[in-house]
């Protein structure tokens, strides 16, 4: 299993870089981990309502939330998502989240 | 020479599935798969081939693992489906779970080594055969049966449910009216020329493409529709792990939808396997001798709409850019001229790829294997050096991938090799360069 080192921190992730468990993820994870996704500094209050929607949406439902309903709640324009995560929704968002990597065409 | 020992792979949907075999399963199994199912195809294949090797040359797998003899197609073959013939079904589980690997892994049934065999067989047909057996004794990566299991529950690939699906549609309609003001996604409109139907991940995670789709048929002035139901995804990794009974579930499904709707044609978005599950895979399983509605990959929409001048095409797109042919529909349907038709139409600076057309290779992760999920990621993209190499020759900036596995296998592709590409479907370049009538345009 890959290991991945994280401002001092070592994670099990998979081969796309996906955390393998969800309780091993913290805040820290994701700021460290937004500079290989593609965003400098600090992440926003925003990025942070988009993690933890995607978080509490996972821990309930146990799968990714439709991009609709992401944008629907948070009321974020899709452009948005992509401005913020420039690697997407599921490859960006939901990575930083802690979450598995979504199964299907993706 | 030793071989080169294989790194170990940790995949539930193997290593857990095969504690459940027994021998006299595993023979049971094998027999019916090789005496109800491929019988008389199966020995044609076996009796032909000559094992002249003509094969390897023509895998990007083999090519890009240094001519390995176990990554050619024969050798594939070899280790799996000849092993299982002389044996006489009597293997174990851990053959079992091996041939999975091959099978579902590290072969794209990609058909490009069937077009350099003397003598045409079909490879694929024989690593789909593999799968076969091996789905059929539960053996499967476990991310690609996530996806089979959302088929068989939802009918679509990434468990997303009516209302979503509805409200999804309505949203990217709205969207799309910020470019252009009478953009519309028509649901469920009887008798309309044209059904379109799309695959899962674009609803659920890259609803752009909806938008997207909403201004080009709009601008176009198509008359197009949507359902609303069961049907609209057109996906089916079914067809890929060797579950040919949901693979027909769904194919079904997609055809009930247009005819529900009456339309004249279903049109679909830019995916090579679900164009290949539609027209051939699906209705052949079905027994029906050609598709019963005719079928339209976007390639050929785009062409035609461009051709005839239903879309103008204003300032081109400018950085140099390349283009990636889906084996599906390239290979499979010879839309090769099609496509360059309309990267040229669109661009001014289209830097072709050698090989190309049928010659060109596949993106590793078609035919399932992305869908084996992250366990296998390292694999596929070792297995595509060529691919790399093959951009990089270009010199392009951009690459445009008309199917969504080879968007996301090169995605992949372009970061393992640092190529610093960028990956777009066509779609997503049409919109930037696309007229929009005066009349037609948001304020």
């Known amino acids: 299993m890959p290991e991945l080192e994280l401002g001092g921190n070592t994670y099990e992730v998979d081969e796309d870089g996906f955390l393998q468990q969800l309780d091993k993820w913290n805040p820290q994870f994701a700021q460290d981990y937004a500079p290989l996704e593609g965003i400098d500094g600090e992440l926003t209050e925003d990025h942070w309502k988009l993690i933890n929607y995607?978080?509490?949406?996972?821990?309930?439902?146990?799968?990714?939330?439709?991009?609709?309903?992401?944008?629907?709640?948070?009321?974020?324009?899709?452009?948005?998502?992509?401005?913020?995560?420039?690697?997407?929704?599921?490859?960006?968002?939901?990575?930083?989240?802690?979450?598995?990597?979504?199964?299907g065409c993706v | 020479m030793a071989e080169p020992a294989r790194s170990i792979v940790v995949d539930p949907g193997l290593d857990e599935t095969i504690k459940k075999l027994t021998p006299e399963r595993i023979e049971s199994t094998i027999k019916k798969v090789l005496t109800k199912e491929a019988a008389a195809r199966l020995k044609v294949y076996m009796q032909t081939c000559v094992h002249c090797g003509l094969c390897a040359e023509a895998c990007h797998f083999y090519l890009s693992h240094d001519k390995d003899p176990r990554f050619s197609p024969v050798g594939k073959v070899k280790q799996t489906l000849w092993e299982i013939v002389r044996k006489k079904g009597k293997v174990d589980g851990e053959f079992i779970k091996n041939c999975s690997r091959i099978a579902h892994t590290e072969c794209n049934v990609c058909r490009r080594c069937s077009m350099y065999c003397p003598f045409g067989i079909d490879m694929a047909y024989l690593l789909l055969l593999v799968r076969r057996i091996c789905a059929q004794l539960g053996v499967v990566p476990q991310y690609l049966q996530d996806t089979v299991n959302s088929h068989a529950v939802t009918l679509n690939q990434m468990w997303v449910k009516q209302d979503e699906w509805i409200d999804t549609l309505q949203w990217q309609e709205e969207d799309a009216q910020d470019e252009v003001k009478n953009a519309r996604i028509p649901l469920d409109v009887e008798g309309a020329e044209i059904m379109y139907s799309v695959i899962g991940p674009e609803p659920k995670f890259l609803a752009q493409l909806l938008g997207n789709i909403s201004m080009i048929m709009t601008v176009a002035g198509m008359d197009w529709t949507m359902p609303s139901f069961d049907g609209w995804d057109n996906s089916n990794m079914a067809m890929y792990s060797g579950d040919f009974e949901t693979m027909a579930r769904v194919e079904r499904k997609h055809y009930e939808a247009a005819f529900k709707l009456k339309a004249k044609k279903i049109v679909m978005g830019e995916c090579g396997h679900a164009f290949r599950g539609a027209v051939y895979d699906g209705s052949k399983w079905l027994s029906w001798k050609q598709s019963p509605v005719p079928v339209i990959h976007a390639i050929q929409f785009y062409y035609e709409l461009i051709r005839d001048g239903k879309i103008k095409i204003g300032k081109k797109f400018e950085k140099p850019i390349t283009v990636q042919d889906p084996c599906n529909v390239v290979r499979g349907r010879g839309l090769g001229e099609m496509l360059r038709y309309i990267m040229n139409a669109v661009c001014e600076d289209f830097r072709d790829v050698s090989p190309r057309f049928e010659h060109n290779y596949c993106c590793a992760a078609g035919g399932g294997v992305i869908n084996c999920g992250p366990p296998w990621k390292k694999s596929r993209v070792e297995g595509n050096r060529v691919k790399a190499e093959q951009f990089k020759a270009t010199g392009a900036e951009v690459v445009v991938t008309p199917c969504h596995n080879c968007h996301s296998g090169i995605e992949d592709i372009v970061d393992y090799y640092n190529l610093g590409m960028h990956v777009k479907f066509f779609s997503e370049i049409l919109v930037e360069v696309m007229e929009i009538p005066e009349d037609m345009k948001a304020e």
């Open chain 1, 54 to 103: 995607i978080r509490d949406y996972y821990e309930e439902y146990g799968i990714a939330p439709m991009i609709r309903k992401l944008c629907k709640d948070c009321k974020f324009k899709l452009k948005y998502i992509y401005e913020m995560f420039p690697s997407g929704p599921a490859k960006g968002a939901c990575k930083l989240a802690g979450l598995s990597k979504p199964t």
